[in-house]
């Protein structure tokens, strides 16, 4: 019960200002990516900030952490701390293979007009059909869905399995097989489905110490495949934003996904 | 900021028939002496790879072979950046004739007998050896030969690495 009002009470402030999730990066960073030995420790940075993996700004919520290991369990982070601009927690490495760590924030809202006067809603799919008062009009019901994720690997990398739950990179390059100089290919899929014709934007860490920006955006193809040729070694965020207006009984929707993937030299 | 590639003289003068009897290739590796408050041996990766760069075969890595207080010589494989991702990550550590203590500056002699390298096929392969130092750098130098007909060749470091020669006897 306690932990359903937390939820609730994350998801409320994350619908409830969609113009600050706009303006500011999301992020989560990791210490390392490419580890080795029998088992490793990795620490976890997460906020939202204008300048990509830069504490400046507000601490994410990591309400919807879910921490998939290699064999598909889920793993519980250790040393959960909450900063003002960062939230950091550590996870030990304790088995071979590519761990997935991901916050994903999902739910559903509605914006009405009851008798002249327009009202907004959220909350759950289940409680949509009864939260609505019949008489409303111009409704707009929107599905919400925000994944910030990243990726870490002990020993050689293995196959990220996808969740068919709003945008997700299907990964033609590893994550964590990523140099400088090479070429990176993955596909942009929105619910399991490619996502085509959808602008991504690639930007490196470090923005502090330079002053071009260097940001780079790709267009994804037909089947949902872009391509990015590594510059620079070092971490890099990787964005996409689509939103799809709703039409009649369609549910409009608002997807967003924020990957973090490092590059080594 | 990428690797390494240094020209190399390829000179094919074929060695006298009873020196490669032990070993029908032989590396030289010259881990420099660096002068530094906080020296700490490299560790050091030896493999052949394809022209593409594709690696082979693995033929030495030398790295701390026990733990400390810091964690065990393994958690710092993965800074032989270039080995690692190109198959370092994929063996299971010790590998028998292949890990090794790490070595002290000077010339080191890495062999393999034709029996070691039977799957090899004849051909163009570059030798790599890639250098990676506690607070210091890390280096690849590469040095292409030819395996299945008597060759050698030559290539040096800048920083980490000092020269690294290849002897084929057949």
């Known amino acids: 019960m306690k932990k359903t009002v937390f939820a609730l009470t994350a998801l409320t402030a994350l619908l409830a200002a969609p113009m600050a999730a706009q303006a500011h990066r999301a992020w989560l960073a990791p210490t390392s990516t490419v580890l080795s030995g029998a088992d490793a420790w990795v620490g976890f940075d997460a906020g939202m900030s204008n300048g990509v993996f830069i504490p400046d700004h507000a601490a994410m919520r990591l309400d919807g952490l879910v921490i998939t290991a290699p064999d598909g369990s889920v793993a519980q982070p250790e040393n959960m701390m909450r900063g003002r601009y960062r939230a950091t927690f550590d996870l030990h490495l304790t088995q071979p293979g590519t761990w997935r760590i991901a916050n994903v924030m999902s739910g559903f809202g509605a914006a009405y007009k009851q008798g002249g006067e327009e009202k907004r809603w ?144 | 900021m990428h690797l390494r590639s240094l020209t190399i003289a390829l000179a094919a003068t074929g060695l006298t028939a009873g020196a490669a009897q032990a070993a029908d290739l032989t590396a030289t590796v010259e881990i420099p002496r660096l002068s530094s408050a906080s020296y700490h041996r490299p560790y050091v990766a030896v493999w052949i790879e394809t022209p593409d760069q594709t690696a082979v075969q693995t033929l030495a890595v030398w790295y701390q072979q026990t733990a400390n207080s810091e964690g065990d010589g393994t958690d710092w494989l993965k800074d032989l950046r270039t080995w690692w991702r190109k198959g370092g990550r994929a063996l299971r550590m010790p590998v028998d004739g292949v890990s090794g203590a790490t070595r002290a500056p000077g010339r080191h002699t890495v062999t393999a007998s034709a029996a070691r390298l039977r799957t090899l096929p004849a051909g163009q392969y570059n030798l790599v050896v890639e250098a990676a130092r506690e607070l210091g750098g890390r280096e690849v130098v590469r040095v292409p030969f030819r395996w299945g007909a008597a060759n050698t060749g030559r290539a040096a470091g800048t920083t980490e690495l000092g020269a690294v020669t290849v002897a084929v006897s057949r």
């Not at chain 1, 909350?123 to 910030?148: F, H, K, L, Q, Y």
């Not at chain 1, 991504?200 to 089947?223: C, H, K, L, Q, S």
């Not at chain 1, 040729?229 to 890099?236: F, I, K, L, N, V």
């Open chain 1, 122 to 265: 959220r909350g759950s799919e289940a409680e949509m059909a009864t939260a609505i008062p019949a008489d409303a009009t111009d409704v707009v019901r929107t599905r919400s869905i925000n994944r910030v994720e990243t990726f870490v690997t002990l020993g050689e990398p293995t196959d990220i399995v996808l969740t068919g739950q709003g945008l997700e990179l299907a990964p033609m390059t590893h994550p964590n097989d990523l140099a400088v100089g090479e070429t990176a290919t993955f596909k942009l899929m929105q619910d399991g489905k490619p996502a085509a014709n959808q602008t991504i934007t690639v930007a490196r860490g470090g923005t502090r110490y330079r002053d071009n920006p260097e940001e780079i955006t790709v267009v994804t193809g037909a089947d949902g495949g872009f391509s990015v040729t590594w510059p620079e070694a070092g971490m890099y965020w990787i964005n996409a934003s689509v939103r799809t207006p709703g039409a009649g009984d369609q549910i409009a929707m608002n997807a967003q996904y924020n990957g973090v993937v490092e590059v080594l030299p």
